[in-house]
């Protein structure tokens, strides 16, 4: 039998597929997922569930993390410099496929109401797009999601990454203040920034951000996002 792997990052479109595939009695002999090092928790959760419900193992190439890749490149990823994507998550998955993956066709995620979208590997690496081959858009994966027994993660991209809005920044700051302050570390250390200048109205630096918010300031949208909103749910720069 012809090994299919899910390209799985958690969000909501590559847990229905993975879920989807069961229920077809399609055959999944691995979630390959990416890492960073830099997820929040409930994203290595929701990877263990899903894996264990399909009955899948996780498969994780090698690849440095975010923390390696910042030592490695001397600098923070930026709307500039983003080799975050490359390094960590296209290479790894690209090196994987051809080696301990060489034969295997990996399954992504993308729907029937997105035909713009081609996959970031699908050019190096036999892809099937089975949600799109079952018709399947945006309605039919909540519809699919909604019958499972899991929440898909409001994120499942990095914890500190540069394309967030203020709103997930606050977000971090106030729920996981751990991750918020070894991000101004990362600042401190390189000598430059995860935020973006001239993007809002706030501090650029996430020190001066996070005396903002200690202050009582607040994003005006905050809190206040649907679970599965597409943008929110899937790292908004390397969703594969």
Not at 209 to 237: H, Q
């Amino acid at each position: 039998m012809k090994r299919q792997i899910v390209a799985f990052s958690g969000g909501k479109d590559s847990t229905a597929l993975a879920l989807e595939m069961v229920r077809r009695r399609e055959p999944i002999h691995g979630l390959l997922v990416t890492p960073t090092g830099d997820e929040l928790p409930a994203v290595w959760k929701h990877w263990d569930a899903v894996a264990e419900h399909v009955g899948a193992p996780v498969i994780r190439p090698k690849a440095p993390s975010l923390a390696e890749a910042i030592e490695s490149q001397k600098a923070l990823p930026n709307f500039r410099m983003r080799w975050c994507t490359r390094l960590i998550k296209i290479a790894p998955m690209i090196a994987w496929a051809k080696t301990e993956g060489r034969g295997a066709t990996v399954c992504v995620g993308l729907r029937a109401d997105e035909p713009a979208r081609t996959g970031i590997i699908s050019e190096h690496v036999p892809t099937r797009f089975p949600l799109r081959e079952w018709g399947m858009g945006l309605e039919d994966v909540m519809r699919v999601i909604a019958k499972s027994p899991f929440s898909v993660p409001k994120r499942t991209d990095c914890a500190r990454c540069y394309h967030q809005r203020i709103h997930e920044w606050w977000d971090l700051w106030h729920e996981h203040p751990d991750i918020f302050e070894s991000a101004v570390q990362d600042e401190h250390r390189t000598g430059h920034t995860y935020r973006t200048p001239g993007r809002d109205t706030w501090p650029v630096g996430l020190a001066e951000l996070r005396t903002a918010f200690a202050d009582g300031r607040i994003p005006k949208k905050r809190a206040n996002l649907e679970l599965f909103s597409g943008e929110e749910e899937m790292c908004r720069v390397c969703s594969l």
